[in-house]
């Protein structure tokens, strides 16, 4: 199960910082990453990072957004800065487990021009 917080309303060139926790009974997670879906668009990868902390950032993202993780934690967190009102989105965290892709519940990210 996968429980995503931090989400909420900002201005303009404000920052915020989400979080997912993984719990339950969890082998290795390989892949911790970000998505976010905005009204009518379709989901898009945000950003990634591997077991070894190796990061991968969508191109509108990249300066701004960085994602990290604490394995003792099973937690992944996403430190969003000068934000745009293009960032606002349901971002949803994933893990990536033996192969198989879990989703968290998302959260709602506004942000106000």
């Known amino acids: 199960q996968l429980q995503a917080s931090g989400g909420g309303l900002v201005q303009t060139g404000g920052s915020l910082r989400l979080s997912c926790a993984a719990s339950g009974d969890i082998d290795i997670i390989k892949d911790m990453g970000w998505y976010r879906q905005a009204p009518g668009k379709e989901r898009r990868l945000v950003a990634v990072i591997d077991l070894g902390g190796t990061t991968r950032y969508a191109e509108s993202v990249k300066g701004r957004f960085t994602i990290s993780r604490d394995n003792g934690k099973n937690t992944v967190y996403l430190q969003m800065n000068r934000l745009q009102p293009d960032d606002t989105a349901v971002y949803y965290c994933?893990?990536?487990?033996?192969?198989?892709?879990?989703w968290g519940q998302g959260t709602l990210v506004t942000v106000s021009s």
């Open positions: 994933a893990t990536v487990v033996a192969g198989t892709t879990s």
